[in-house]
């Protein structure tokens, strides 16, 4: 079972690669063979893991909501269902805001085309 600071220690993993992606891209000077090899690759992990993110926190809010609602006289039930929908919702808000930084690190302004975009 996951504890919380296993999941801190996830994101931060997660975070040191949407760092590379960014690096990749042109934070710094690397020759062009490399960015062609290597920032496909690692958009492509970054991708994959938004993904699976982004599953795994449908899943959660899903049980949660059968769980707040099948509960129906038991506090603690619902206090549990609802802290876990909530935890969903902050890792959704998390995955934006890497999104952001990573495009921050790149250069990109907002309205263009984000760096790991297809």
């Known amino acids: 079972?996951?504890?919380r600071y296993s999941f801190l220690r996830l994101f931060l993993v997660f975070?040191?690669?949407?760092?590379l992606v960014a690096?990749?891209?042109g934070?710094?000077?690397?020759?062009?063979?490399?960015?062609k090899v290597v920032r496909p690759v690692l958009c492509d992990i970054y991708g994959g893991f938004r993904d699976i993110a982004?599953?795994?926190?449908?899943v959660v809010m899903v049980i949660a909501g059968v769980k707040w609602t099948a509960s129906e006289?038991?506090?603690?039930?619902?206090?549990a269902a609802k802290d876990a929908m909530i935890h969903a919702i902050v890792g959704l808000?998390?995955?934006n805001v890497i999104d952001v930084v990573i495009n921050m690190a790149a250069g990109i302004?907002?309205?263009e085309k984000a760096m790991c975009e297809p």
Request: with cysteine; aromatic share 6%; hydrophobic share 50%.
């Open 1 to 3: 079972m996951f504890t």
């Open 15 to 19: 975070l040191f690669l949407c760092n």
């Open 23 to 25: 690096v990749a891209d």
């Open 27 to 35: 934070a710094i000077d690397i020759p062009a063979s490399v960015k």
């Open 54 to 58: 982004t599953g795994v926190a449908a």
């Open 73 to 79: 006289n038991d506090p603690g039930a619902r206090k």
């Open 93 to 95: 808000l998390l995955l």
């Open 109 to 111: 302004k907002p309205g």
